[in-house]
Structures are given as C-alpha cells and as structure tokens.
C-alpha cells in the first residue's frame, strides 16, 4: 500500500487501522457462519446444477449436518466408486463438527474424493443420513466395499443404509492399538510375529491355526481385546478378506504399505491386476498374451469409457461448456499474459493494447452469461426454505479427551516447569517463592529503575492503547 501510494503519509491510515478494520469485519461475519456456507453452496448449485447438496437443522434453527458433492465428484464415483474409504477422525474446525470424507483411488492409484458430510455429532442417526444423502447423490448403486474404522455406530449404519456392501475395518487402526492394549514387555517380544500372523497367513485355516498357538502364551491368554479382535476377524484379517476386491486399500487413511508379495496371494481378486504367480504360469504355458478378463478397465486409461450413459448422464464436468471455470480462467490467463509479455516492450504496443483492452471489456461485457450467472465472483442468496439458520453447537467428539498421564510422567511433567519471575525450574510463576517478596516500593528504590518502557494493550473494544510499564524480577529487568 505504501509503495502503491506513494509512500508511508499517503496512505491514509496505520497497520493499527487496518487491524480495527479487520476486527469490525468479523464482528459483522460473527454468528453467520452456517449461513454463509448454504449461501455459498446455493450459489454453487445456481452456476452448476449438478453440484449436490443437502443440510438439516434442528429445533433452535442451528446447523447439525451438512453434506455436499460436486459434479466431478459424482463423476469419479460413477467410474471408481466400486471401493470407498470412509473415515471421521480428520476434526479441526470452530465448532468441532466430524468431518466425513468419502474418498476412492482412482485408475492411476491416487486419491480421489467423492464427496464430503459435515456432521454434529458420532451417532448412528447422523450416520444414516449422511450414508443416505450419499446414496442419493450418486450416480450409480452402493459401493462393493466401504473401510472404516471400528465405531459402532458407523458400522450400525452401513448395516442399515448399505445391506450389500462388504464391510471392512481399517487394519492400521487395529495394528496400532497393539501397543495400547497389550502388556509393553509381551509387545515388544511378540508384536512382529504377530502382525506376521495376520499379514502372511495363506489361509483363513492357517490363520486359526497360528493365532491359537500364539494365544497359548499366558499374557494373551485373558486378554479381552484380542478375544474380541480373534471374533471380527472375518471383517479385517487379509486371509478372509483379500478375496474381495479393495482396489488395494486396507487401510481407512491410505498410508499402509501393501506387502508385494503374499503365499493362494489373491492379488488380482484384492488389487484387480495379475500377479507375478499369473504372469509365470502363464508364460509356462507359452500364453503370449494376457487375457482380456484379467485386465480391469478401471486401471487402464480408458478408464472413463465404454460406461452406460445412465451413469454419468448431465454429470458433465462443467455445465455452461466443456472446460471447468478455473480451466477457462487458467487459459485465458496464459493467452492474456503471452500478449501482455509482447506488448510490454515499447510504448506504442503498450497503447494499442490498453485501446484494444477497453474494447474488448466492453464487448464481453455486452454477452450474456449462461444460466444467467452473475457476473460477480459472489452475490448473497438466501434459500427460500431457510430462515436464519444458527451456527451449530461446539461438540465434543468420541476420543477427544485428554490421555490419562501415569505418575511418573507426572512428575517429569512437574521437573520440567519453570518459572517466569525467577527463572528456576520445578515450579511455575503461580507458586513462585519470589512471587510476592518484592513490592513496587522496592522495584521503585532501585537506582537502574528506568519506566521508559512501552507496551500496547488491547482493549475491551479491540483498539490498542499504549501505557509504560516495567518489571524487574530475578535479577533482570522486562519492559
């Protein structure tokens, strides 16, 4: 602003200014915050109507679920829907809300999202209507397989909402609760032999078989975590469940390595491609050519064609063209910067294209946009059926409390205070023997005593005030 101004004194105001500004600004946007969210994707239904949404509020008019998806969304799902992970631990938000990511993999093994659920709370009732609005939105039938983790009121849900879709839970989120539930001497002895027996177990026979040795050792012999483990195995261990196709997940966060080499291994039936035990066989048998049946069109770059049209009808990527509008804003960006490059070089081809600039704007102007889109980046519109709808409540989610601390890391804990008036360790400021020894009359006596220090307050209204203070504590001075 100072550069663009001329300098400092004709700009007009101090950073102090702005800041107030900034201040009075979110006063005005306080409270309107699920508001201006349906607001926002009203306006987004408005450019593009195949951008799907849905919202419900309760008794007080606040916000306590949300769902949306747009239109290359729904048109991810349609080609790579088969799999999805579901997963709600991602929560950092004003109001705590359970963000509820559906997300897949697509044919070139990255992540994609289909759509996304702002939730109040981890019930099974808010569970069913996000998996309801899910289905509702997308343009094909319920997926083969959905991962989660191990909450019940999820796994509720999906029994309700998705009768025929495998349910897997998530083989990270119980490898890593190993350690929590397992006595630390025993875990760190046999944690590797048995995620060994859980990895690499050909069978579901040898699976019992190694595991019931394995529980013949007396620490895990009562242990009620792994007995209930042992009794969903059917819903995570890979020898039951690498039979049904998973485009390679396993995990509900995507980050577990997959082990490339498995003993009857199921890579085409878990991954959808031929594995190496394929390739041999079929090379022995001077098969030159791999069959069409084992190569999955979803892993191919044609991923996206040869689909019924029932699928992906009206879901194309941009409804007013072919381009998307940050496609069509990246283009016409580079062929504007391309120009502007050229004329930039003398004088006369800076006018000519300031002249043609003008014109141009003028002649833009004057073409109607399609779907009668406002020529604003945003305009404020207000639902017919919406009334004043209320930020939603701050919500304390499942397993947000804070860990329990063992006594000893207590008072390591404790050791490691130290206090701002004396500088010592093993105590804080609030039980600082020298806390209240020294009285302003001292601090006053002292002959390097200097009250030129100056310091900025905010006040009750959010302006700053200056006021000289000083403090002298533990042998040195603070300003």
Same mark, same amino acid.
């Given at each position: 602003?100072?550069?663009?101004?001329?300098?400092?004194?004709?700009?007009?105001?101090?950073?102090? &200014?702005?800041?107030?500004?900034?201040?009075?600004?979110?006063?005005?946007?306080?409270?309107?915050?699920?508001?201006?969210?349906?607001?926002?994707?009203?306006?987004?239904?408005?450019?593009?109507?195949?951008?799907?949404?849905?919202?419900?509020?309760?008794? &007080?008019?606040?916000?306590?679920?949300?769902?949306?998806?747009?239109?290359?969304?729904?048109?991810?799902?349609?080609?790579?829907?088969?799999?999805?992970?579901?997963?709600?631990?991602?929560?950092?938000?004003?109001?705590?809300?359970?963000?509820?990511?559906?997300?897949?993999?697509?044919?070139?093994?990255?992540?994609?999202?289909?759509?996304?659920?702002?939730?109040? +709370?981890?019930?099974?009732?808010?569970?069913?209507?996000?998996?309801?609005?899910?289905?509702?939105?997308?343009?094909?039938?319920?997926?083969?397989?959905?991962?989660?983790?191990?909450?019940?009121?999820?796994?509720?849900?999906?029994?309700?909402?998705?009768?025929?879709?495998?349910?897997?839970?998530?083989?990270?989120?119980?490898?890593?609760?190993?350690?929590?539930?397992?006595?630390?001497?025993?875990?760190?002895?046999?944690?590797?032999?048995?995620?060994?027996?859980?990895?690499? *177990?050909?069978?579901?026979?040898?699976?019992?078989?190694?595991?019931?040795?394995?529980?013949?050792?007396?620490?895990?012999?009562?242990?009620?975590?792994?007995?209930?483990?042992?009794?969903?195995?059917?819903?995570?261990?890979?020898?039951?469940?690498?039979?049904?196709?998973?485009?390679?997940?396993?995990?509900?966060?995507?980050?577990?390595?997959?082990?490339?080499?498995?003993?009857?291994?199921?890579?085409?039936?878990?991954?959808?491609?031929?594995?190496?035990?394929?390739?041999?066989?079929?090379?022995?048998?001077?098969?030159?050519?791999?069959?069409?049946?084992?190569?999955?069109?979803?892993?191919?770059?044609?991923?996206?064609?040869?689909?019924? +049209?029932?699928?992906?009808?009206?879901?194309?990527?941009?409804?007013?063209?072919?381009?998307?509008?940050?496609?069509?804003?990246?283009?016409?960006?580079?062929?504007?910067?391309?120009?502007?490059?050229?004329?930039?070089?003398? +004088?006369?081809?800076?006018?000519?294209?300031?002249?043609?600039?003008?014109?141009?704007?003028?002649?833009?102007?004057?073409?109607?946009?399609?779907?009668?889109?406002?020529?604003?980046?945003?305009?404020?519109?207000?639902?017919?059926?919406?009334?004043?709808?209320?930020?939603? *409540?701050?919500?304390?989610?499942?397993?947000?409390?804070?860990?329990?601390?063992?006594?000893?890391?207590?008072?390591?804990?404790?050791?490691?205070?130290?206090?701002?008036?004396?500088?010592?360790?093993?105590?804080?400021?609030?039980?600082?023997?020298?806390?209240?020894?020294?009285?302003?009359?001292?601090?006053?006596?002292?002959?390097?005593?200097?009250?030129?220090?100056?310091?900025?307050?905010?006040?009750?209204?959010?302006?700053?005030?200056?006021?000289? *203070? *000083?403090?002298?504590?533990?042998?040195?001075?603070?300003?």
């Amino acid at each position: 602003m100072e550069i663009d101004s001329g300098g400092p004194s004709s700009v007009g105001c101090v950073e102090r &200014d702005i800041r107030n500004h900034e201040r009075n600004i979110r006063d005005e946007m306080r409270g309107h915050d699920a508001d201006t969210l349906i607001e926002y994707f009203t306006f987004e239904k408005e450019k593009s109507p195949n951008f799907y949404f849905d919202y419900e509020i309760d008794s &007080d008019n606040k916000l306590v679920h949300c769902f949306w998806a747009d239109s290359e969304s729904r048109r991810s799902y349609a080609y790579f829907g088969d799999a999805v992970v579901f997963d709600t631990t991602y929560n950092t938000n004003k109001y705590s809300m359970i963000f509820a990511p559906f997300v897949g993999v697509n044919h070139f093994g990255q992540t994609t999202l289909f759509a996304c659920g702002l939730l109040s +709370d981890e019930s099974t009732e808010s569970f069913v209507w996000l998996f309801l609005k899910f289905l509702e939105a997308m343009p094909r039938q319920a997926p083969q397989i959905i991962i989660t983790d191990q909450d019940t009121a999820i796994a509720k849900a999906i029994s309700m909402v998705l009768q025929y879709t495998f349910h897997r839970f998530c083989i990270w989120h119980i490898l890593n609760k190993f350690s929590e539930k397992i006595n630390v001497m025993v875990y760190n002895d046999e944690y590797h032999m048995l995620v060994n027996i859980i990895k690499n *177990s050909e069978s579901p026979d040898k699976f019992e078989s190694r595991w019931a040795a394995v529980m013949e050792n007396e620490a895990f012999a009562n242990n009620e975590w792994l007995c209930n483990m042992f009794a969903i195995r059917s819903r995570w261990v890979p020898a039951y469940v690498n039979h049904i196709f998973s485009a390679g997940m396993s995990s509900s966060q995507r980050s577990e390595s997959n082990h490339s080499f498995f003993k009857s291994c199921r890579t085409f039936e878990f991954n959808g491609y031929p594995c190496r035990h394929m390739i041999s066989y079929l090379r022995k048998k001077q098969v030159l050519l791999l069959p069409d049946k084992y190569i999955l069109q979803r892993w191919t770059k044609n991923a996206k064609l040869g689909y019924p +049209d029932d699928l992906t009808a009206g879901l194309s990527t941009d409804d007013s063209s072919s381009m998307s509008l940050m496609a069509r804003h990246g283009l016409l960006s580079h062929k504007a910067s391309l120009i502007v490059d050229d004329a930039a070089l003398t +004088d006369e081809r800076s006018e000519f294209l300031i002249g043609e600039f003008e014109s141009l704007y003028l002649r833009v102007k004057e073409i109607a946009a399609p779907g009668n889109i406002s020529s604003t980046r945003y305009k404020s519109i207000t639902r017919p059926d919406s009334v004043n709808i209320q930020d939603p *409540s701050v919500v304390r989610a499942k397993g947000c409390g804070k860990r329990l601390k063992s006594g000893k890391e207590k008072s390591i804990s404790k050791q490691n205070r130290q206090s701002r008036i004396c500088g010592q360790h093993g105590h804080d400021k609030r039980t600082c023997p020298q806390r209240n020894e020294m009285s302003n009359t001292e601090v006053e006596q002292r002959p390097d005593a200097q009250d030129d220090g100056t310091q900025f307050y905010g006040g009750d209204d959010g302006t700053f005030t200056s006021q000289a *203070s *000083s403090h002298y504590a533990g042998g040195n001075w603070f300003f």
